[in-house]
């Protein structure tokens, strides 16, 4: 059966009070909507939105693997948790590149999440080099293998918590999007790679594609096989642009 799609905004790096009426705007929409819809906004709005969209699901876009300590300009998962977050965004690219955060940093980030009652995104894609190559299937599956969660995490109805999301690096805010044959195959195998981790119940967690998804291009991603949502970045940052896609998915 088909799992209930999910719609996740990220924000990166944009948005300042004067956004929470996207915020709210956004909320005031997906509430009616049949899909699962969120924002990861920057983690200097998170209490705002919860407040300005209460109900609505609000997430950070990282988070240290640590409870506490020394570990200045970082957030935990209990900090986002307190804020209000509902989920965070872990292992994007942008991260993986500009601060080195490997597959093991990433795992860690993921449970430490989990185990504070957060929803997560894990991130994982190649790069258009690996694409070309021919190693796109085999490098971002040994990704998720190696940073899907484990151990007190993961156990029990984990996957549900748990999404993956495939966002190939040369598609992120270019434009571009892997033709429907090649993200099929993609979700395929990192479906094969849930399952292999946490047997049937890996068929509960949902696969989300991200790059370049806009109004005009969701639906027809959105029917491809496996794909269960979307992780969106310079289309979410206003409802204009981001209701679409959560039209789409619903
Ligand atoms: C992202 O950064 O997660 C992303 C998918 O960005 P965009 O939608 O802008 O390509």
């Known amino acids: ?28 929409t997906a509430g009616t909507s049949t899909c699962d819809v969120a924002l990861c906004l920057p983690a200097t709005l998170i209490e705002r939105a919860v407040r300005a969209a209460p109900g609505f699901a609000i997430g950070g876009q990282d988070c240290h693997a640590a409870d506490k300590g020394a570990h200045t300009g970082d957030l935990s ?20 590149e ?10 860690a980030k993921a449970e430490a999440a989990l185990l504070a009652g957060l929803s997560v995104i894990l991130c994982i894609g190649e790069s258009l080099d690996m694409r070309e190559a021919g190693q796109a299937i085999a490098v971002v599956s040994a990704q998720v293998d190696a940073s899907l969660p484990h151990g007190e995490a993961a156990a029990g109805g984990v996957p549900q918590r748990l999404a993956i999301a495939y966002e ?9 999007v892997p033709s429907t044959a090649d993200i099929a195959e993609m979700h395929a195998a990192l479906r094969q790679r849930l399952v292999a ?3 049937d119940a890996g068929r509960q967690a949902r696969i989300l594609y991200g790059g370049s998804v806009k109004g005009s291009n969701a639906a027809e991603i959105f029917a491809v096989a496996d794909v269960d949502g979307a992780l969106v ?6 409802a204009a642009d981001f209701l679409p896609i959560v039209a789409a998915a619903a």
């Open 1 to 28: 059966m088909a799992l209930k799609k999910l719609v996740v905004g990220n924000w990166k790096m944009h948005g300042t009070s004067a956004d929470l009426a996207e915020v709210n705007a956004i909320s005031l």
């Open 77 to 96: 998962a209990a900090m986002l948790a307190d804020a209000g977050a509902m989920l965070t965004i872990v292992g994007h690219s942008e991260r993986r």
């Open 98 to 107: 500009a601060h080195g955060e490997t597959d093991a940093v990433i795992r």
């Open 168 to 176: 190939p690096i040369w598609a992120i805010g270019t434009g571009k």
């Open 197 to 199: 981790a946490y047997g």
């Open 233 to 238: 970045g310079g289309a979410s940052l206003k």
